[in-house]
Every structure is written in C-alpha cells, then in structure tokens.
C-alpha cells in the first residue's frame, strides 16, 4: 500500500487549502485514514480521522471547525479542507492507514497506523 500527499504550500494566513491523499495498492475502502502533522523541532500528532466506511469522524481540538475530512472511495483518495489557516498550522503534513477502525482515541495514535505517505508541507505566513 502507498500513499502520496499533495496540495501543500505557503498561504496567507487565513487562507484554505485541501490536501489529498492518494492510494495505490489496496482499495481505499479497506482502510481508515488519519492525517498527522510535524511542526518544527516538534513532535508529529493527530490531527483527524475518518474510518472505512466514513461513519467515525474524529478532530484535533485545535482544527475543530476548521477542517474537514474526507474519502472519495471511487478515486481511491482522501481528503483534509483546511480553512482560516493559521500560523500553528505549519508544519509537514502526513496521511496514514490502517485496515481497520478505531474507537476512543486510539485514532490518535501514529504507531496504531501501518502505512504512510511522504508528507506535503504547509507553511501558513503571519
């Protein structure tokens, strides 16, 4: 299974983006997709997720409202909307799978995940 990021860039602050996530290898319905994100001299951490079947839909407490996950099972790809960017925002970000569902938090987890793309880097200018 492979996974390719794309759509990053350097933006306004306030400005939108939407990243997609492309997979090749397996059918995109088999897997739960979670999108992380590693800002500088930090660590990477969650920032949503969607399951299979897209019924589950979890967030960061920092993008709530702000970003929107998605999955278009035809295209094989996934999907991040990111509005009213800011600058905390920076950072490279990574889709990554699983075959199956999570509950609780465990979404949040990056070494629940087992596969993971390159990264795509967002840079939000003040």
């Known amino acids: 299974v492979q996974l390719v990021e794309s759509g990053g860039g350097t933006v306004q602050y306030g400005d939108a983006l939407k990243l997609s996530c492309v997979v090749t290898?397996?059918?995109?319905?088999?897997?739960?997709i979670g999108w992380f994100r590693q800002a500088p001299g930090k660590q990477r951490e969650a920032v949503s997720y969607?399951?299979?079947?897209?019924?589950?839909?979890f967030y960061a407490d920092s993008v709530k409202g702000r970003f929107t996950i998605s999955r278009d099972n035809v295209k094989n790809t996934a999907y991040l909307d990111m509005n009213n960017l800011k600058s905390e925002d920076t950072g490279v970000y990574y889709c990554?799978?699983?075959?199956?569902?999570?509950?609780?938090?465990?979404?949040?987890?990056?070494?629940?995940?087992?596969?993971w793309g390159q990264g795509t880097q967002v840079t939000v200018s003040p």
């Open positions: 990554a799978a699983v075959r199956w569902n999570f509950s609780g938090t465990r979404w949040a987890g990056e070494h629940e995940y087992d596969y």
């Open positions: 290898g397996s059918s995109l319905e088999n897997l739960a």
């Open positions: 969607i399951s299979r079947s897209a019924r589950n839909i």
